[in-house]
């Protein structure tokens, strides 16, 4: 505030307050500043507001946060790095990997998530596992199917004569969804870069979609993993079978013997004997 206003406000304030005779004061001539010259290339950034420090509320802030657009070149360069051998493939994925570390597209999931479950596996693997997304064990240990259900899919894994080493495991997302509640299909499409990405750089010959959620967002199917298990299905250059996801095998043992019948249609097509 200027001393001509301040002097003024400071009157009208005595004159209200019931005084009514105050000094004359001589109120100073307020004094014109001339702008210094600047270069034209700067008046851009010369606007009202410039030079102050502008609050923000916590409003603002998120309806910023929400309009920021979701860096896509980030994927787009790693894709770009050479792929031909494994140990290229897996610096690539570890670069992928960091990326979807910091990644903050799913606002809840982001806020809520212990970490992120990128995917783990061999890099050259023939034959990727697809599940749905992190639950508790996974958010907590960082790694996908850990936990009961977990340990169901090492023991169908090695019925087949597989072994976990070999493969590629990742999901549909990389972070837990709070209450283990099913991905809304912005998260699932806000992620889909991520599973694209691997995808492109492990190459699978085969890929297992564990449960509906996988199933249906891996091959953009609207039908009930009933309808779609027991046959191959194609993604991209990758034979694709979906099968009961292990949780739900918990729940229902019986579904046991269909998840069965499944593997043993990707064993034959490997080569494998049932024994
Ligand atoms: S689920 Fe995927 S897209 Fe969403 S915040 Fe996690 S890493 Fe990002």
């Given at each position: 505030m200027d001393s001509t206003r301040a002097w003024r406000q400071f009157l009208q304030t005595v004159t209200s307050s019931g005084i009514t005779h105050v000094p004359s004061v001589q109120l100073p001539k307020p004094v014109t500043v001339k702008p210094t010259q600047t270069k034209k290339s700067?008046?851009?950034?010369?606007?009202?507001?410039?030079?102050?420090?502008?609050?923000?509320?916590?409003?603002?802030?998120?309806?910023?946060?929400?309009?920021?657009?979701?860096?896509?070149?980030?994927?787009?360069?790693?894709?770009?790095?050479?792929?031909?051998?494994?140990?290229?493939?897996?610096?690539?994925?570890c670069q992928l990997s960091e990326v979807v570390a910091g990644c903050q597209r799913c606002t809840e999931l982001a806020g809520t998530r212990t970490q992120t479950v990128f995917g783990v596996g061999s890099a050259d693997?023939?034959?990727?596992?697809?599940?749905?997304?992190?639950?508790?064990?996974?958010?907590?240990v960082g790694e996908p199917f850990v936990g009961r259900a977990g340990q169901l899919l090492d023991r169908i894994i090695e019925a087949c004569q597989l072994r976990r080493e070999d493969l590629?495991?990742?999901?549909?997302?990389?972070?837990?969804?709070?209450?283990?509640?099913?991905?809304?299909?912005?998260?699932?499409?806000?992620?889909?870069?991520?599973?694209d990405a691997q995808i492109q750089l492990v190459k699978p010959e085969y890929i297992v979609c564990w449960g509906t959620v996988a199933a249906q967002n891996l091959l953009g199917e609207k039908?009930?993993?009933?309808?779609?298990?027991?046959?191959?299905?194609?993604?991209?250059?990758?034979?694709?079978?979906?099968?009961?996801?292990?949780?739900?095998?918990?729940?229902?043992?019986?579904?046991?013997?269909?998840?069965?019948?499944?593997?043993?249609?990707?064993?034959?097509?490997?080569?494998?004997?049932?024994?």
């Amino acid at each position: 505030m200027d001393s001509t206003r301040a002097w003024r406000q400071f009157l009208q304030t005595v004159t209200s307050s019931g005084i009514t005779h105050v000094p004359s004061v001589q109120l100073p001539k307020p004094v014109t500043v001339k702008p210094t010259q600047t270069k034209k290339s700067s008046s851009h950034a010369a606007g009202p507001r410039a030079g102050k420090t502008v609050l923000r509320s916590p409003i603002e802030l998120e309806r910023d946060q929400a309009k920021e657009p979701v860096k896509q070149d980030a994927t787009a360069e790693i894709l770009n790095g050479p792929a031909d051998t494994p140990q290229q493939k897996a610096d690539l994925l570890c670069q992928l990997s960091e990326v979807v570390a910091g990644c903050q597209r799913c606002t809840e999931l982001a806020g809520t998530r212990t970490q992120t479950v990128f995917g783990v596996g061999s890099a050259d693997a023939q034959i990727m596992f697809v599940g749905e997304a992190p639950g508790a064990d996974e958010d907590r240990v960082g790694e996908p199917f850990v936990g009961r259900a977990g340990q169901l899919l090492d023991r169908i894994i090695e019925a087949c004569q597989l072994r976990r080493e070999d493969l590629y495991i990742c999901n549909i997302l990389r972070c837990r969804p709070p209450g283990n509640r099913n991905p809304l299909p912005q998260e699932a499409a806000n992620c889909r870069e991520y599973l694209d990405a691997q995808i492109q750089l492990v190459k699978p010959e085969y890929i297992v979609c564990w449960g509906t959620v996988a199933a249906q967002n891996l091959l953009g199917e609207k039908r009930t993993i009933g309808r779609l298990r027991g046959i191959f299905h194609r993604h991209q250059t990758a034979k694709v079978l979906c099968t009961y996801h292990p949780s739900y095998l918990l729940r229902n043992p019986s579904a046991k013997k269909d998840v069965w019948d499944d593997m043993k249609i990707l064993m034959k097509d490997l080569g494998i004997e049932p024994s």
